[in-house]
C-alpha cells in the first residue's frame, strides 16, 4: 500500500528524504519497503553536517515545498516558517500543522486537496506543471 502511494506521489512530485538516521539504516529500511527508487534525493544524519532540528538542515527549503514529518518541532516547524506547506503525521495535531494525519496512508487525501487548494493560487493549471514542486519526508 505504501509503495503504491509512493508511486503515485512520484508522478506528480519529486520526493526527497531528510532523516537524522544513519544513511545504512535509512538505505536499509528502503530496500526492505523496495521503496528507493521513488525518491530523487536521500540526506541523512551521517551525511549532513547539521541534523534536524537545526536551521542549516533545511538550507535548501523553498516556499511551497511540501514537507511532511511525524514531530512538528524536529521536522516542520523551519520548513513552515520559510513558507513550506506542512504535514505532520501523529497521533495528536500541532495547530501550525497545515495538515494532520494519523496515519501516512491518509496522505493521498491531504495531496488532492492541496492540490485543489494550493495550487489554484499559484496558477499551476495542469499537475505536470507543479512537478518542479518538492515532497519532502522528514
Not at 544513511?23 to 541523512?44: D, G, S, T
Not at 532540528?53 to 523551519?78: C, Q, T
Request: net charge positive; charged share 30%; proline share 5%.
Amino acid at each position: 500500500r505504501v509503495r503504491q502511494i509512493l508511486k503515485n506521489l512520484s508522478e506528480r512530485y519529486y520526493l526527497i528524504i531528510l532523516s537524522n538516521s544513519s544513511e545504512k539504516l535509512v538505505h536499509e529500511i528502503l530496500a526492505q519497503l523496495e521503496i528507493r527508487e521513488f525518491f530523487i534525493k536521500i540526506l541523512c544524519g551521517d551525511k549532513i553536517p547539521y541534523p534536524k532540528p537545526h536551521p542549516e538542515a533545511f538550507v535548501d527549503v523553498r516556499e511551497r515545498d511540501i514537507f511532511v514529518g511525524n514531530s512538528f518541532n524536529k521536522d516542520l516547524k523551519i520548513p513552515k516558517e520559510k513558507g513550506a506547506i506542512t504535514i505532520l503525521v501523529s497521533d495528536i495535531p500541532h495547530p501550525e500543522a497545515d495538515f494532520n494525519i494519523k496515519k501516512i496512508y491518509e496522505i493521498s487525501e491531504v495531496m488532492s486537496q492541496i492540490e485543489s487548494e494550493f495550487f489554484a493560487r499559484w496558477n499551476c493549471k495542469k499537475k505536470a506543471m507543479c512537478k518542479n514542486y518538492f515532497l519532502r519526508i522528514t
